[in-house]
């Protein structure tokens, strides 16, 4: 619950910065050569601070997050080499005895070869 009021706290100020600045009274132009910037509302240190650590916060949450994706990629990579490599021990298996591997299935849970059902 914290974090998405602080979700939409920030989402909210994205919105409010997104916003267009004050345009100029009708009554004067500016003079020709100055520009005029939007109000800028610096944050006071007692409000700045819990943001940063909310940022910091959620970076170190990113970090962590694709630190895992990176992990998991790098397992299911493993996880196929391991499928291949027992592949190729029923295969030299089957070869060795000579099993004709059109007509049978290897049983992973049984670690053996089963007839392949009729269709």
Do not use: H
């Not at 920030?10 to 004050?22: F, I, M, S, T």
């Not at 132009?29 to 006071?44: D, K, L, R």
């Not at 996880?79 to 000579?98: G, H, M, T, Y």
Request: aromatic share 10%; charged share 25%; with cysteine.
């Amino acid at each position: 619950m914290k974090y998405l009021l602080v979700l939409l706290a920030l989402v909210g100020l994205y919105c409010w910065a997104q916003q267009p600045g004050k345009p100029l009274p009708a009554g004067k132009p500016a003079p020709a050569g100055v520009t005029v910037s939007p109000e800028i509302y610096p944050f006071p240190p007692e409000f700045k601070a819990p943001i940063r650590e909310y940022q910091y916060e959620s970076d170190q949450l990113e970090i962590e997050n694709q630190t895992l994706l990176l992990k998991v990629e790098k397992n299911k990579e493993r996880q196929r080499e391991l499928l291949d490599a027992i592949k190729q021990v029923a295969f030299n298996f089957a070869s060795q005895r000579k099993i004709n591997l059109d007509t049978v299935d290897l049983d992973p849970k049984e670690v053996r070869f089963i007839p392949k059902p009729v269709k």
